[in-house]
Protein backbone atom coordinates (compact mmCIF):
# COMPACT_ATOMS: atom_id res chain seq x y z
CA UNK A 1 0.00 0.00 0.00
CA UNK A 2 1.02 3.74 -0.83
CA UNK A 3 2.31 5.42 1.99
CA UNK A 4 1.69 9.48 0.97
CA UNK A 5 3.49 10.45 4.74
CA UNK A 6 6.62 8.87 3.63
CA UNK A 7 6.66 10.60 0.18
CA UNK A 8 5.82 14.04 1.94
CA UNK A 9 8.71 13.68 4.37
CA UNK A 10 11.07 12.52 1.37
CA UNK A 11 9.92 15.25 -0.87
CA UNK A 12 10.68 18.00 2.42
CA UNK A 13 13.65 16.70 3.33
CA UNK A 14 15.44 16.73 -0.67
CA UNK A 15 13.85 20.37 -1.23
CA UNK A 16 11.32 19.09 -4.44
CA UNK A 17 9.21 21.61 -5.64
CA UNK A 18 6.69 19.37 -6.82
CA UNK A 19 5.72 15.72 -6.21
CA UNK A 20 4.16 13.75 -9.44
CA UNK A 21 1.90 10.49 -8.83
CA UNK A 22 1.04 9.06 -11.84
CA UNK A 23 -0.56 5.49 -12.27
CA UNK A 24 1.92 2.67 -13.67
CA UNK A 25 4.72 5.07 -12.85
CA UNK A 26 6.73 5.37 -9.53
CA UNK A 27 6.06 9.05 -7.64
CA UNK A 28 8.58 11.48 -9.09
CA UNK A 29 9.99 14.58 -7.54
CA UNK A 30 10.99 17.63 -9.32
CA UNK A 31 13.90 19.23 -7.60
CA UNK A 32 15.67 21.91 -9.03
CA UNK A 33 13.32 21.26 -12.21
CA UNK A 34 14.91 18.25 -13.23
CA UNK A 35 12.50 14.67 -12.15
CA UNK A 36 13.95 12.63 -10.12
CA UNK A 37 12.47 9.10 -9.82
CA UNK A 38 11.20 7.94 -6.21
CA UNK A 39 12.93 5.20 -4.15
CA UNK A 40 10.21 2.54 -4.33
CA UNK A 41 10.73 -0.89 -5.46
CA UNK A 42 6.90 -0.73 -7.40
CA UNK A 43 4.84 1.33 -9.39
CA UNK A 44 1.82 3.33 -8.56
CA UNK A 45 -1.42 1.18 -9.24
CA UNK A 46 -5.03 1.95 -9.87
CA UNK A 47 -5.80 1.05 -6.29
CA UNK A 48 -2.63 3.29 -5.47
CA UNK A 49 -4.30 6.09 -7.39
CA UNK A 50 -7.94 5.55 -5.39
CA UNK A 51 -6.00 5.64 -2.09
CA UNK A 52 -4.22 8.85 -2.77
CA UNK A 53 -7.46 10.23 -3.74
CA UNK A 54 -9.18 9.31 -0.60
CA UNK A 55 -6.16 10.55 1.38
CA UNK A 56 -6.27 14.08 -0.16
CA UNK A 57 -10.24 14.56 -0.05
CA UNK A 58 -11.20 13.18 3.13
CA UNK A 59 -14.54 12.29 2.46
CA UNK A 60 -15.22 16.32 1.59
CA UNK A 61 -18.58 15.99 -0.04
CA UNK A 62 -18.30 19.14 -1.92
CA UNK A 63 -14.86 18.43 -2.92
CA UNK A 64 -15.66 14.97 -4.33
CA UNK A 65 -18.92 16.83 -5.89
CA UNK A 66 -16.35 19.44 -8.40
CA UNK A 67 -14.19 16.04 -8.82
CA UNK A 68 -16.63 14.26 -10.32
CA UNK A 69 -18.48 17.15 -11.96
CA UNK A 70 -15.62 18.84 -13.66
CA UNK A 71 -13.34 16.21 -13.74
CA UNK A 72 -10.28 17.70 -11.84
CA UNK A 73 -9.92 19.79 -8.36
CA UNK A 74 -7.75 22.38 -7.03
CA UNK A 75 -7.29 22.22 -3.44
CA UNK A 76 -4.93 23.29 -0.14
CA UNK A 77 -3.57 20.41 1.96
CA UNK A 78 -1.59 20.33 5.31
CA UNK A 79 0.93 17.49 6.68
CA UNK A 80 2.76 18.59 9.61
CA UNK A 81 4.30 21.51 9.00
CA UNK A 82 4.40 20.61 4.93
CA UNK A 83 1.63 22.50 3.20
CA UNK A 84 1.04 21.59 -0.10
CA UNK A 85 -1.32 22.97 -3.51
CA UNK A 86 -2.86 19.81 -4.75
CA UNK A 87 -4.06 19.48 -8.13
CA UNK A 88 -5.74 16.30 -9.41
CA UNK A 89 -7.25 15.09 -12.68
CA UNK A 90 -7.56 12.60 -14.87
CA UNK A 91 -5.75 10.18 -17.25
CA UNK A 92 -7.20 7.10 -18.61
CA UNK A 93 -9.83 7.72 -16.23
CA UNK A 94 -7.76 7.42 -12.94
CA UNK A 95 -7.09 10.09 -10.69
CA UNK A 96 -3.35 11.49 -11.18
CA UNK A 97 -1.92 13.96 -9.00
CA UNK A 98 0.38 16.72 -9.28
CA UNK A 99 1.50 18.26 -5.61
CA UNK A 100 3.19 21.48 -4.97
CA UNK A 101 5.44 22.29 -2.05
CA UNK A 102 4.56 24.74 -0.07
CA UNK A 103 7.85 26.51 1.82
CA UNK A 104 6.75 27.17 5.48
CA UNK A 105 8.81 30.50 5.90
CA UNK A 106 7.94 32.48 3.05
CA UNK A 107 11.38 34.87 1.32
CA UNK A 108 12.07 37.73 2.23
CA UNK A 109 10.84 39.99 -0.66
CA UNK A 110 14.74 41.71 -0.92
CA UNK A 111 15.74 38.06 -1.42
CA UNK A 112 14.12 37.51 -3.90
CA UNK A 113 16.02 39.54 -6.45
CA UNK A 114 12.74 41.37 -7.57
CA UNK A 115 13.68 44.93 -8.64
CA UNK A 116 12.71 47.32 -6.46
CA UNK A 117 10.70 49.64 -8.28
CA UNK A 118 7.89 46.54 -7.50
CA UNK A 119 7.59 47.24 -4.10
CA UNK A 120 7.81 51.17 -4.18
CA UNK A 121 4.79 50.95 -6.41
CA UNK A 122 2.85 49.17 -3.78
CA UNK A 123 2.56 52.48 -1.81
CA UNK A 124 0.35 53.61 -5.27
CA UNK A 125 -3.61 54.65 -3.49
CA UNK A 126 -4.84 53.30 -6.41
CA UNK A 127 -4.44 51.40 -10.12
CA UNK A 128 -3.52 47.81 -11.26
CA UNK A 129 0.22 46.12 -10.82
CA UNK A 130 0.37 42.79 -12.87
CA UNK A 131 2.46 39.55 -11.96
CA UNK A 132 3.10 37.95 -14.44
CA UNK A 133 5.07 34.61 -15.91
CA UNK A 134 4.95 30.79 -17.12
CA UNK A 135 4.34 28.17 -15.13
CA UNK A 136 6.95 27.65 -12.41
CA UNK A 137 7.57 31.04 -12.71
CA UNK A 138 7.78 32.30 -9.26
CA UNK A 139 5.04 34.13 -9.26
CA UNK A 140 2.94 32.79 -6.40
CA UNK A 141 6.68 33.67 -4.01
CA UNK A 142 6.69 37.24 -5.43
CA UNK A 143 2.56 38.13 -4.74
CA UNK A 144 3.02 36.58 -1.38
CA UNK A 145 6.28 38.54 -0.46
CA UNK A 146 4.72 41.58 -2.01
CA UNK A 147 1.76 41.01 0.50
CA UNK A 148 4.46 40.38 3.41
CA UNK A 149 6.12 43.53 2.65
CA UNK A 150 3.27 45.53 2.73
CA UNK A 151 2.03 43.71 5.92
CA UNK A 152 4.99 44.82 7.70
CA UNK A 153 5.21 48.41 6.69
CA UNK A 154 1.98 49.65 5.51
CA UNK A 155 -1.18 50.62 7.36
CA UNK A 156 -3.43 48.78 4.87
CA UNK A 157 -6.12 45.85 5.05
CA UNK A 158 -5.41 43.76 2.60
CA UNK A 159 -8.14 41.24 0.81
CA UNK A 160 -6.55 37.94 -0.71
CA UNK A 161 -8.47 35.83 -3.46
CA UNK A 162 -6.72 32.83 -3.92
CA UNK A 163 -7.39 29.21 -5.54
CA UNK A 164 -6.22 27.68 -3.03
CA UNK A 165 -4.71 29.97 -0.37
CA UNK A 166 -1.02 28.25 -0.29
CA UNK A 167 0.99 31.07 2.39
CA UNK A 168 -0.99 32.11 5.07
CA UNK A 169 -0.66 35.61 6.50
CA UNK A 170 -0.74 37.40 9.96
CA UNK A 171 -2.02 40.05 10.34
CA UNK A 172 1.33 42.50 11.67
CA UNK A 173 0.76 45.99 10.66
CA UNK A 174 -2.04 45.80 8.12
CA UNK A 175 -4.90 43.49 8.16
CA UNK A 176 -5.17 40.28 6.12
CA UNK A 177 -8.37 38.40 5.13
CA UNK A 178 -7.69 35.55 2.88
CA UNK A 179 -10.41 33.64 1.10
CA UNK A 180 -10.10 30.99 -0.95
CA UNK A 181 -12.26 30.57 -4.16
CA UNK A 182 -13.88 27.39 -5.21
CA UNK A 183 -17.27 25.60 -4.36
CA UNK A 184 -17.78 24.50 -0.98
CA UNK A 185 -15.01 27.43 0.20
CA UNK A 186 -15.24 30.87 0.89
CA UNK A 187 -16.10 32.49 -2.60
CA UNK A 188 -17.46 30.20 -5.54
CA UNK A 189 -15.05 32.38 -8.48
CA UNK A 190 -12.99 35.21 -8.77
CA UNK A 191 -15.32 37.60 -10.17
CA UNK A 192 -17.64 37.16 -7.35
CA UNK A 193 -15.18 37.59 -4.53
CA UNK A 194 -13.60 41.08 -6.57
CA UNK A 195 -16.98 42.80 -6.76
CA UNK A 196 -17.74 41.77 -2.97
CA UNK A 197 -14.89 42.86 -1.80
CA UNK A 198 -15.81 46.35 -2.56
CA UNK A 199 -18.23 46.29 0.53
CA UNK A 200 -15.07 44.78 2.38
CA UNK A 201 -13.36 48.19 2.74
CA UNK A 202 -10.51 46.58 1.61
CA UNK A 203 -7.28 49.21 1.03
CA UNK A 204 -5.61 45.85 -1.33
CA UNK A 205 -7.05 43.82 -3.35
CA UNK A 206 -5.17 40.80 -4.29
CA UNK A 207 -6.50 38.58 -7.32
CA UNK A 208 -4.61 35.37 -7.12
CA UNK A 209 -5.10 34.57 -11.09
CA UNK A 210 -6.63 36.66 -13.98
CA UNK A 211 -8.21 34.14 -15.82
CA UNK A 212 -11.19 35.21 -17.96
CA UNK A 213 -13.05 38.95 -18.57
CA UNK A 214 -15.24 38.88 -16.07
CA UNK A 215 -12.32 38.66 -13.53
CA UNK A 216 -10.68 41.33 -16.00
CA UNK A 217 -13.55 43.65 -15.96
CA UNK A 218 -14.10 42.85 -11.82
CA UNK A 219 -10.16 44.11 -11.23
CA UNK A 220 -10.60 47.28 -13.67
CA UNK A 221 -13.91 48.31 -11.67
CA UNK A 222 -12.02 48.06 -8.46
CA UNK A 223 -8.33 49.60 -9.61
CA UNK A 224 -11.60 52.54 -10.89
CA UNK A 225 -13.26 52.72 -7.55
CA UNK A 226 -10.10 53.86 -6.16
CA UNK A 227 -8.49 50.49 -4.99
CA UNK A 228 -4.92 49.27 -5.25
CA UNK A 229 -5.58 45.95 -7.43
CA UNK A 230 -2.33 43.57 -7.48
CA UNK A 231 -3.00 40.72 -9.60
CA UNK A 232 -1.02 37.67 -11.78
CA UNK A 233 -1.42 36.74 -15.47
CA UNK A 234 -0.23 33.76 -17.15
CA UNK A 235 1.71 35.59 -20.18
CA UNK A 236 5.96 35.54 -20.75
CA UNK A 237 6.55 39.25 -21.73
CA UNK A 238 5.11 42.93 -20.88
CA UNK A 239 4.13 43.42 -24.20
CA UNK A 240 2.26 40.25 -24.32
CA UNK A 241 0.37 41.03 -20.92
CA UNK A 242 -1.14 43.95 -22.44
CA UNK A 243 -2.28 42.25 -25.59
CA UNK A 244 -4.35 39.36 -23.03
CA UNK A 245 -5.85 42.10 -21.28
CA UNK A 246 -7.18 43.61 -24.69
CA UNK A 247 -8.14 40.14 -26.18
CA UNK A 248 -10.49 39.35 -23.11
CA UNK A 249 -13.28 41.94 -24.70
CA UNK A 250 -14.70 41.56 -27.94
CA UNK A 251 -13.28 44.38 -30.85
CA UNK A 252 -16.23 46.62 -30.75
CA UNK A 253 -15.28 46.96 -26.87
CA UNK A 254 -11.17 46.99 -26.84
CA UNK A 255 -10.41 50.28 -27.71
CA UNK A 256 -12.86 51.71 -24.28
CA UNK A 257 -10.82 48.68 -22.36
CA UNK A 258 -7.61 50.49 -24.09
CA UNK A 259 -8.07 53.75 -22.71
CA UNK A 260 -8.92 52.11 -18.88
CA UNK A 261 -5.86 50.14 -19.17
CA UNK A 262 -3.61 52.88 -20.09
CA UNK A 263 -5.06 54.93 -16.96
CA UNK A 264 -5.01 52.47 -14.63
CA UNK A 265 -2.46 50.23 -15.42
CA UNK A 266 0.71 51.23 -13.12
CA UNK A 267 3.42 48.43 -13.61
CA UNK A 268 3.69 44.91 -14.88
CA UNK A 269 6.36 42.86 -13.70
CA UNK A 270 7.27 39.39 -15.98
CA UNK A 271 9.60 36.70 -14.91
CA UNK A 272 10.78 33.62 -15.56
CA UNK A 273 13.48 31.75 -13.50
CA UNK A 274 16.93 30.21 -14.50
CA UNK A 275 19.33 27.75 -13.43
CA UNK A 276 22.49 29.62 -13.05
CA UNK A 277 25.80 28.11 -12.99
CA UNK A 278 25.55 26.70 -8.66
CA UNK A 279 22.47 24.93 -10.55
CA UNK A 280 20.31 27.32 -7.84
CA UNK A 281 17.02 29.35 -9.66
CA UNK A 282 17.52 32.92 -10.17
CA UNK A 283 14.89 35.24 -10.81
CA UNK A 284 15.73 37.15 -14.61
CA UNK A 285 12.76 40.51 -14.49
CA UNK A 286 11.57 42.39 -17.27
CA UNK A 287 9.61 45.43 -15.53
CA UNK A 288 7.31 48.13 -17.51
CA UNK A 289 6.37 51.13 -15.49
CA UNK A 290 3.47 52.29 -17.51
CA UNK A 291 3.99 56.29 -18.17
CA UNK A 292 2.80 58.31 -20.71
CA UNK A 293 4.53 57.10 -23.24
CA UNK A 294 3.98 53.58 -22.29
CA UNK A 295 0.25 54.69 -22.51
CA UNK A 296 -0.14 56.32 -25.37
CA UNK A 297 1.37 53.08 -27.58
CA UNK A 298 -1.73 51.08 -25.26
CA UNK A 299 -3.97 53.56 -26.57
CA UNK A 300 -3.72 52.88 -30.08
CA UNK A 301 -5.72 51.44 -32.67
CA UNK A 302 -2.87 48.62 -33.04
CA UNK A 303 -0.74 47.54 -30.08
CA UNK A 304 2.76 47.12 -31.42
CA UNK A 305 4.50 44.74 -29.12
CA UNK A 306 8.29 46.20 -30.91
CA UNK A 307 7.09 49.36 -29.38
CA UNK A 308 6.22 48.58 -26.47
CA UNK A 309 9.98 46.58 -26.12
CA UNK A 310 11.57 50.12 -27.11
CA UNK A 311 9.91 51.88 -24.38
CA UNK A 312 10.49 49.82 -22.03
CA UNK A 313 14.03 49.60 -23.29
CA UNK A 314 14.79 53.48 -22.90
CA UNK A 315 12.52 54.04 -19.94
CA UNK A 316 15.29 52.69 -17.65
CA UNK A 317 15.26 56.19 -15.44
CA UNK A 318 11.79 55.79 -14.02
CA UNK A 319 12.20 52.05 -12.93
CA UNK A 320 11.55 49.96 -16.06
CA UNK A 321 13.41 47.58 -17.20
CA UNK A 322 14.17 45.37 -20.13
CA UNK A 323 14.36 41.30 -20.43
CA UNK A 324 17.99 41.87 -22.62
CA UNK A 325 18.77 44.01 -19.85
CA UNK A 326 17.98 41.37 -17.06
CA UNK A 327 19.75 38.72 -18.87
CA UNK A 328 22.97 40.85 -20.26
CA UNK A 329 23.43 41.72 -16.31
CA UNK A 330 23.15 38.10 -15.37
CA UNK A 331 26.10 36.75 -17.76
CA UNK A 332 27.87 39.96 -17.38
CA UNK A 333 27.43 39.08 -13.41
CA UNK A 334 28.81 35.37 -13.98
CA UNK A 335 25.76 34.02 -12.91
CA UNK A 336 24.35 32.65 -16.22
CA UNK A 337 26.72 31.05 -19.39
CA UNK A 338 26.62 32.82 -22.67
CA UNK A 339 24.00 29.98 -24.30
CA UNK A 340 21.91 30.17 -21.07
CA UNK A 341 21.34 33.97 -22.11
CA UNK A 342 21.29 33.63 -25.99
CA UNK A 343 18.36 30.99 -25.57
CA UNK A 344 16.12 33.44 -23.72
CA UNK A 345 15.98 35.83 -26.51
CA UNK A 346 14.67 35.56 -30.32
CA UNK A 347 17.05 35.28 -33.03
CA UNK A 348 16.67 38.79 -34.11
CA UNK A 349 17.65 40.57 -30.80
CA UNK A 350 21.37 38.63 -30.23
CA UNK A 351 22.90 41.69 -31.78
CA UNK A 352 21.43 43.73 -29.14
CA UNK A 353 22.24 41.00 -26.51
CA UNK A 354 25.74 41.89 -27.46
CA UNK A 355 26.17 45.07 -27.50
CA UNK A 356 24.27 45.73 -24.21
CA UNK A 357 26.74 42.87 -22.73
CA UNK A 358 29.53 45.12 -24.04
CA UNK A 359 28.14 48.34 -22.83
CA UNK A 360 28.17 46.29 -19.52
CA UNK A 361 31.27 45.17 -19.33
CA UNK A 362 32.56 49.13 -20.28
CA UNK A 363 30.60 50.50 -17.16
CA UNK A 364 31.39 47.97 -14.80
CA UNK A 365 35.17 48.77 -15.59
CA UNK A 366 35.16 52.44 -15.63
CA UNK A 367 33.13 51.59 -11.82
CA UNK A 368 36.14 49.22 -10.90
CA UNK A 369 39.10 51.71 -11.77
CA UNK A 370 36.56 54.91 -9.76
CA UNK A 371 36.45 52.85 -6.90
CA UNK A 372 40.26 51.73 -7.49
Known amino acids: MID ?68 RLDTSFEYEDIRLRVNISLADDVPIFTLRLIKSELPKYKDLGVPDIVRRMTYQPQGLILVTGKTNSGKTTTLNALINEINENQNKKILTLESPVEYKHKSKKSIVVQKEIGAGRDCLNYSDGVKNCLREDCDILVIGEIRDRETMEAAIETAEAGH ?145
Open 228 to 372: LVIGTLHTKSCAETIDRMVNFYEIRDQQTVKYLISSLLKLVISQRLLPDKKNELVLVPEVMVVDNIVAGIIRKEKISVSEIEDAIQSNSEKGSIGLINSIAELFVNDVITLEQAKAQIEEKNIEILNRTIMQLKINKEKTNRIQQ
Open 4 to 71: IDEILKVAKKKDASDIHLICNLKPMLRIRRQLIEFETPSVLTVDDMYDIYDYFVRGNLDKDKVFKETK
